[in-house]
């Protein structure tokens, strides 16, 4: 009796030890996962990161993981137990009679037979359920991707044959393994119960002669009991493992991103380059397409450059690729001798500063949109930003505004404010260079001049690089960098390019708009 007490007690506290393991593990490797999805998320190249959907992105760090965690803890928390107690069981029953314990073990490994033969047989018709999931898959996105050609030669029938065949075939195996799966969990009380009349059959008489008492016997079955319950979790284990197979390699196909870049741990060096910025023979491909083609110019330090051209001739995709937000296919971009692709992404931040022609704000404060958390940046400050992107001419009580709850994407601002708070949070921040692209549009004609001098005398000492078309603005600039089709047509002043630059003149000269 006081053996299985023992026992008892030394199972209990290794139930809460492993269960306590289980939850740690789980949640630790929950946020490990995490972390390193959100390391791809915050690091990789834009290219990288937009293979996937933001939903699938959002569905891989929450839905995915929740699956995962759970997962693991019954696995840690059911399964490991289970050779433990079965141990313990089987040396206490062998203890009291080798009988007992030979019979025990026996009906144990039939029992566990019977339990990988359902799962042996579940197993083959859920990987054949699988393969026809996939040849749906497949016909799908070759449909969306041929429809134009399956149009053209008129296959439509054919195509919707072919297809109907596949979800016929979907539907049979799929209502097959549902009703094979259906009978798991009878079956396997069918076999716990039976285990427990057989063990009650051929140990009666031998617990009776080993004059096992109540409580030995009443502990011997909760022992036996939990075997059963720890195994009886096995389809809800396996039905998880599907869902987690699935789960797993989804979350694979993000954090393998890790190896396609690194962080470079050179330091950012100063070396007193004249020029601030150099594209050297850049070219950059989307896909099969060439955006910018043999780019090469500088821009010294301390000056303002203009970069025009027609809408999609690469001008943001310039900007882009100094932020280091794609990587160059071919050439290099430096910053002060430095080459982008070899310092730490924190010290290129660092370096510039940029209001994008896409106003992103956060689900916060205003003062907490435009400082970005930073709390060296002091009231007076703000105010001066404020007065230079005009926003105090748009707001009453700017200390008020400062308070105010942004929505999701800025749902409850206005176009002239959300886009005055852009400009706000690049002059906050202390950069080298400033970059302006193409923001100044929802002013009016005669205020975008007037906004810009009074940036550029404010950051005099800074470079300034912007996309624009006012001509204004394009007239007090140190020099224009004329793109045309991703390729540089021309660099130089504003009456420079109207003298000998026909294809400048013209846009200049036309509708606006095509400079955007």
Known sequence: EIIMIVATIVTILAMLAVYAIAVNIAASTGYNIRKRLFHVYANAPLEVVQRFKSTGLMSRTTRGMYTMRNFIFNVLGYLSLIPFVFLVMYLDLNYMSSFLGNVYLILMALMLVFVYIILRYACDHYFALKKTFASINFLFRQGALLFENVRLNNKQQYEKDKFQDAIETSYITSLDYSKRTSYFYPLFLIIFNLFIVLMILFTSQELITVK??????????????????????????????????????????????????????????????????????????????????????????????AIVGKIASGKSTILSLLNGLYPCTQGEIKIDGNDINHIKKKDLKNKLSIATQKTFLFNDTVKSNITLKDDSIDREEIKLSAELSGLDECVEDIDDFLSYKVNEKGGNLSTNIKNRLNIMRCLLKKADTYIFDNVFTTYDENSQHIIFEKIKEHLKNKTIILVTDNIE?????????????????????HSELMENSEYYKNLVNTDKGMIL
């Open 212 to 305: 096992m008492d109540i409580v030995e016997l009443v502990i011997f079955f909760q022992f036996v009991l939990f075997i059963l319950a720890s195994v009886k979790t096995l389809p809800s284990i396996f039905n998880a493992l599907t869902k987690v197979n699935g789960t797993s390699k989804r979350i694979e196909q993000v954090l393998v991103l890790e190896d396609t870049f690194e962080e470079e741990d050179y330091e950012f060096k100063n070396n007193n380059n004249p020029n601030i910025i150099e594209f050297n023979d850049v070219s950059f491909k989307y896909k099969t397409e060439n955006v910018i083609e043999n780019v090469t110019f500088n821009i010294e330090k301390e000056s303002t450059i």
């Open 473 to 493: 603005i394009l007239k007090n600039t140190d020099k224009i960098i004329l793109l045309e089709d991703g390729k540089i047509s021309t660099i130089g002043t």
